[in-house]
């Protein structure tokens, strides 16, 4: 019998998550298996110094379609999700972190809106945050807001699905935490559509955040420089078009 999905690449970057990778990978399996006919799960390692390498080595040797990705040296968040966007194979291409704090059992929830647009990206409803991680997810709204320009609920949730076509008109070039805000920023410039659909929120059982008040300082830095380059972007695009020969009679 078909499944709700014919095909889909799900992405997870992991950094230091040994805590928790056995739940989050399992349940993952679990899920893809129930929603799609056809998937892959790619699990990017940045750089990770604790058991996390060898847990996805044992998940890979026995499940053929986990595939890892593994960066020697810690890259950062942005950078593991670039480098798992460019390696999946499927029409579908979905991401989510690997602390579990989703069931992804709701991709199916934003699948039927991908028909309609390009990125369907998740809210989180009934947020299980700590006080600290909240008060900074707040702020971060409100500053890509105010710098970028745009109309999200809740820019960096990590539960966004998107049309493979997707990537071929947005480039992304982001360090740090700042992809998120990138993914919207850029397509928004080049035309495309997106969607919000709320995505039920865990508590994280186990682990630790990566993300702190200092990062929001970090991030301003980083959304200036994205406003920069979108800037320069769109002045490179104008003067081309300028410089495009008219077509004979």
């Keep these: 019998m078909s499944k709700s999905i014919p ?40 750089g990770s110094t604790d058991a996390t390498p060898e847990i996805l080595k044992a998940w890979s040797e026995r499940e053929s379609r986990i595939r890892i990705l593994t960066q020697k040296v810690n890259s950062g968040y942005s950078r593991a999700l670039i480098e798992g966007f460019s390696a999946c194979r499927y029409e579908a291409i979905f991401y989510t972190d690997a602390d579990a704090q989703f069931d992804l059992q709701h991709i199916a929830d934003l699948y039927p809106e991908l028909a ?39 820019v960096n949730c990590a539960f966004k699905l998107f049309r493979r076509s997707f990537f071929d008109r947005v480039r992304l070039s982001s ?67 300028q410089e495009r020969p008219l077509s004979s009679p």
């Design 175 to 241: 360090d740090g935490f700042l992809i998120d805000a990138e993914l919207f920023a850029r397509a928004q410039r080049a035309g495309l559509s997106w969607s919000q659909v709320g995505v039920p929120h865990r508590a994280r059982v186990s682990g630790s955040t990566t993300v702190s008040v200092s990062t929001v300082f970090e991030t301003l830095r980083e959304l200036r420089a994205l406003k920069k380059s979108l800037l320069s972007d769109s002045a490179a695009s104008q003067d081309a078009e």
């Design 7 to 46: 095909e889909l690449s799900a992405l997870m970057p992991a950094y230091n998550e040994e805590e928790v990778l056995e739940t989050s990978i399992s349940e993952a399996v679990a899920a893809l298996d129930d929603l799609c006919d056809k998937w892959e799960l790619v699990i990017v390692d940045d």
């Design 116 to 154: 309609k647009v390009d990125m369907v990206a998740g809210y989180r409803v009934g947020r299980q945050d700590r006080p600290i991680r909240y008060l900074t997810s707040t702020v971060y709204n409100w500053l890509q807001s105010r710098t970028l320009g745009l109309r999200v609920k809740d």
